[in-house]
């Protein structure tokens, strides 16, 4: 399902799952089309995937949500 995530709920994700380490480049790339309207919203079919509320997919989305400062349309699957 399609859901406007914003920052606060990106944050919370963020903190109840294990950290990775972070792709900057790839980061920046989320970062920029989300910034410049390119963002698809999750349309290409790459979901952020929570299994109780731990992140299975979706890590630098959401940490592109949280630099970005406002909400983003994502897909988010929940297990």
Known sequence: MIETVSPEMAREWLANSRNQPIKQDKLTNYLQDMENGNWKGGEEGR????????????FHRLHAVVKLGRPVNLLVERR
């Not at 979901?47 to 979706?58: K, M, S, T």
């Open 47 to 58: 979901a952020v995937i929570l299994d109780n509320n731990h992140i299975r997919n979706g």
